[in-house]
């Protein structure tokens, strides 16, 4: 099992940045898949973006494509969301997740391991 631990939220403006690590320990990190999820107060859970094993694929959900970019860094065992031109609407809790079950898939039932949430606020 692995674990993750989410860092780098915090309260931003309309139009600002941000960059969210995720810190994984216990099985090979390189093994999985990576992703983040985000939820918003009274909303569904929703995939954000994903990255194979060695980063060289990613995908996106609609809304974040163009202002959002997911990477890692496998030699650090870290996962990182670039997020740029933030918006009212990304205000959510964000988590990493790990263990992608089917690649391309945006359902949070096909990640195997979760992170405990890092907190992101864009004021307007």
């Known amino acids: 099992q692995v674990q993750l631990v989410e860092s780098g939220g915090g309260l931003v403006q309309a139009g600002d940045s941000l960059r969210l690590s995720c810190a994984a320990s216990?099985?090979?990190?390189?093994?999985?898949?990576m992703g983040w999820f985000r939820q918003a107060p009274g909303k569904e859970r929703e995939f954000v973006a994903a990255?194979?094993?060695?980063?060289?694929?990613?995908y996106y959900t609609d809304s974040v494509k163009g202002r959002f970019t997911i990477s890692r860094a496998n030699a650090k065992n870290t996962v990182y969301l670039q997020m740029n031109s933030l918006k009212p609407e990304d205000t959510a809790v964000y988590y990493c997740?790990?263990?992608?079950?089917?690649?391309?898939?945006?359902?949070?039932?096909?990640?195997?391991?979760w992170g405990q949430g890092t907190q992101v606020t864009v004021s307007s």
């Open positions: 990255i194979n094993w060695n980063g060289g694929r990613t």
């Open positions: 997740v790990s263990n992608i079950r089917s690649w391309g898939t945006r359902e949070s039932a096909d990640f195997g391991s």
């Open positions: 216990g099985r090979t990190f390189t093994s999985y898949g």
